[in-house]
């Protein structure tokens, strides 16, 4: 897509996690050029990650080189609580920063106009503009993982309050039984997360897993005790969603993460169970999420093609192909 001067360009576009980050350069159709995979260095504190961050956008960038492309800007998504509108990193429990002016250090180490974003957040809206949530006004995008976070989108935009929006795995499903990593007891969380249903298991039937999708291979082989842990967080889930609903009444539940590749394992019953709950509520479709593990990534580059956008001398560098958002 080249553009007056006949260069082709690109937006470099980063999910950060707690334990590695993927990234990429997208093009405007948001088609990967290339991805590349980083280790998170959460342990080694804030600044090391931040630093990390700012290697793997300049690797990204001389990438972009090789493939003769130009990146004009660049999209970063980063867990915990995100004040979008002042581009600051308020909180992470995972990375471990305070009120970071993340957006604007990105800047300056790359020189390159860099918009940040919350990962959930940024996986719901690639959902509903490219994704299974396509054609919803009113989505709720629930990613299922190592933790749980979720992103209401309200007539397409996703509503924010500030960066709090979306905690759904600290609701209360469970009052007085598991601790959560919160400090709270009975979140959800602490139930139905894939973290959790691993360890539930590893406790109730004294032989280690990894993760929850050894517990939903038990699960499709009737082990009873896979079973029980897996109907507890169902139940969980359908508690949560059925709150979901009676407030938000979000015509589509997109879920998302790790857990989602259960697929019917994990999506059957849960609409059995949610039915269940509802009465004069709207009945929210439920599906499963289309871009997987890329909806962080493809958020991303949402991101930094509206940085892209809104900065004049990218703007002339841009292919003018038409906007993203």
Not at 275 to 285: A, I, V, Y
């Amino acid at each position: 897509m080249p553009d007056r001067a006949g260069t082709r360009t690109c937006v470099i576009a980063l999910d950060v996690g707690g334990t590695s980050m993927k990234g990429g350069l997208l093009d405007r159709t948001m088609r990967p050029l290339t991805t590349r995979r980083g280790a998170t260095p959460r342990h080694r504190g804030p600044e090391a990650t931040v630093d990390a961050i700012t290697r793997l956008l300049h690797d990204l960038a001389s990438e972009a080189v090789r493939f003769g492309v130009e990146p004009v800007a660049a999209g970063v998504v980063v867990p915990g609580i995100v004040d979008e509108p002042a581009q600051r990193a308020v909180h992470s429990v995972n990375l471990g920063w305070r009120d970071l002016p993340l957006a604007a250090l990105l800047t300056d180490a790359t020189g390159l106009p860099v918009r940040i974003g919350h990962d959930v957040r940024a996986g719901g809206m690639a959902e509903s503009r490219l994704g299974a949530a396509r054609g919803f006004d009113d989505a709720l995008f629930v990613a299922i993982g190592t933790g749980i976070s979720a992103a209401l989108l309200v007539e397409g935009r996703p509503f924010r309050a500030g960066g709090y929006a979306g905690e759904l795995g600290h609701l209360t499903v469970a009052a007085g039984t598991e601790q959560c990593a919160c400090g709270r007891r009975g979140c959800l969380e602490a139930v139905a997360s894939a973290r959790a249903i691993a360890a539930a298991y590893s406790a109730r039937s004294g032989h280690e897993v990894e993760g929850a999708a050894e517990v939903a291979a038990l699960v499709a082989r009737a082990d009873p005790v896979a079973c029980d842990v897996w109907e507890r967080a169902v139940e969980a889930l359908a508690d949560a969603f059925a709150a979901c609903a009676a407030v938000l009444a979000p015509e589509v539940i997109v879920v998302g993460g790790g857990l989602s590749r259960a697929g019917g394992l994990l999506l059957d019953p849960l609409r059995a169970a949610l039915d269940r709950r509802l009465s004069c509520n709207r009945r929210p479709e439920l599906v499963r999420a289309a871009l997987g593990a890329r909806a962080g990534c493809i958020g991303a580059g949402l991101l930094g093609w509206a940085a892209a956008d809104a900065d004049p001398a990218a703007a002339r560098s841009a292919d003018r192909v038409g906007g993203v958002l």
